[in-house]
């Protein structure tokens, strides 16, 4: 029976393990923590979003590369006991790995983890929702770019839009407070319904934050003439609303938030025309086992082998540790300033490694 509405999960009880989580998180050359790790599940999609897999064809990764849920669990319980206090389930399309509420049960029982989230697209939220709730998923982000089914046939090739905004209803259906919804704004595609999502996230108790369009793996065809600003943004949302209120949180938290004059609050992640790596604790691990230490980083680091070896926990401690203490990627800030920014990746040199794809990095 899933949990009633926006109710508080119980204290959880942690089962005695090895791997104590560190009262204090590793921290890199600019003194930013461990604190989020980005769990890719598996590099697979139901659906084909422009700005993140344009292209027909694709390199999947074998699924017998893919981690399983021992193995997920195993390298959480080494980046809880450095510091990593939230999880975030990413893709692909993280429902379409079978059995992902098994894999949040275990997650939900490693020590020192206080947060398991979920980014989806939504088409198979309805089916799962209530389970990932009583398996101790705690939040829910749905990818909702349009409210216009017709746009996403186009933009995302899925005819199935109804889907997704159904999986919106069963999120809250299912007791999930503070759903938030994530929008890619793109000129010329959907910077006309800014205001439509405002009122549909109203009506459906969520949060929407638009997104910056960003020249990251995947985004073979952006451009710096397609991205709508957060100032833009915001004029286009105050033309409408009035004057709006930035709402300073604080913290590493990707978006910066805002209130309309009527109290309804939304936020913006301006990636590409401000960058936050400043306090960026994010890092990212793709289904394959390869640990990224930035969203625009070219390489990362092989954990999967150590973790199918005899590395012990603490070896592979080790070299995590390390390696973040080593730690000075701001990738987007880098981006900022190269004069006449074009593609991060052309699509050859993202067919000869597909740990680039922003689908098998997860966002
Ligand atoms: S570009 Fe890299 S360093 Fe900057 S916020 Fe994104 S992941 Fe963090």
């Known amino acids: 029976m899933a949990a009633p509405a926006g109710s508080i999960r119980p204290q959880r009880v942690y089962p005695s393990s090895r791997m104590i989580p560190s009262a204090t998180p590793v921290r890199d050359q600019?003194?930013?923590?461990?604190?989020?790790?980005?769990?890719?599940?598996?590099?697979?999609?139901?659906?084909?979003?422009?700005?993140?897999?344009?292209?027909?064809e694709y390199t999947w990764l074998p699924r017998a590369s893919l981690l399983t849920f021992e193995e997920l669990t195993r390298v959480t319980r080494i980046f809880a006991s450095l510091g990593v206090r939230?999880?975030?389930?990413?893709?692909?399309?993280?429902?379409?790995?079978?059995?992902?509420?098994?894999?949040?049960?275990?997650?939900?029982?490693?020590?020192?983890?206080?947060?398991?989230?979920?980014?989806?697209?939504?088409?198979?939220?309805?089916?799962?929702?209530?389970?990932?709730?009583?398996?101790?998923?705690?939040?829910?982000?749905?990818s909702l770019d349009t409210l216009r089914p017709e746009r996403a046939l186009v933009f995302s090739r899925?005819?199935?839009?109804?889907?997704?905004?159904?999986?919106?209803?069963?999120?809250?259906?299912?007791?999930?407070?503070?759903?938030?919804?994530?929008?890619?704004?793109?000129?010329?595609?959907?910077?006309?319904?800014?205001?439509?999502?405002?009122?549909?996230?109203?009506?459906?108790?969520?949060?929407?934050?638009?997104?910056?369009?960003?020249?990251?793996?995947?985004a073979t065809r952006w451009s710096m003439d397609d991205v709508v600003s957060r100032e833009r943004m915001l004029a286009i949302i105050e033309s409408r609303y009035g004057r709006v209120d930035a709402l300073h949180d604080g913290g590493p938290a990707p978006a910066e938030r805002y209130r309309l004059p009527d109290g309804l609050s939304f936020g913006i992640i301006a990636s590409t025309t401000a960058p936050f790596c400043r306090s960026c604790d994010r890092s990212r691990l793709t289904a394959a086992g390869?640990?990224?230490?930035?969203?625009?980083?070219?390489?990362?680091?092989?954990?999967?082998?150590?973790?199918?070896?005899?590395?012990?926990?603490?070896?592979?401690?080790?070299?995590?540790?390390?390696?973040?203490?080593?730690?000075?990627?701001?990738?987007?800030?880098?981006?900022?300033?190269?004069?006449?920014?074009?593609?991060?990746?052309?699509v050859e040199s993202l067919r000869a490694d597909p740990r680039r794809e922003m689908h098998t990095r997860g966002g």
């Open 30 to 56: 600019f003194a930013r923590p461990l604190g989020s790790l980005r769990l890719s599940v598996t590099d697979r999609c139901n659906m084909r979003c422009s700005y993140c897999m344009p292209e027909t």
């Open 86 to 142: 939230k999880v975030r389930l990413t893709g692909g399309e993280p429902l379409l790995r079978h059995g992902l509420p098994v894999l949040v049960r275990e997650l939900a029982a490693v020590a020192g983890v206080d947060e398991i989230a979920l980014t989806t697209n939504g088409l198979l939220l309805r089916r799962s929702a209530g389970e990932l709730r009583d398996a101790g998923l705690d939040r829910v982000t749905v």
């Open 158 to 218: 899925t005819a199935n839009h109804a889907d997704t905004i159904d999986g919106v209803r069963a999120a809250r259906e299912a007791g999930f407070a503070g759903v938030k919804l994530n929008t890619v704004v793109i000129r010329g595609f959907n910077d006309d319904e800014l205001i439509d999502l405002l009122e549909f996230s109203r009506e459906h108790g969520a949060e929407t934050r638009f997104i910056e369009y960003m020249d990251v793996g995947g």
């Open 290 to 346: 390869t640990w990224l230490l930035c969203l625009y980083a070219d390489d990362g680091v092989d954990l999967r082998e150590p973790l199918r070896g005899n590395a012990t926990d603490d070896e592979i401690a080790g070299l995590i540790r390390s390696r973040w203490q080593q730690r000075t990627d701001r990738g987007a800030e880098a981006r900022l300033g190269i004069p006449d920014r074009g593609v991060l990746y052309q």
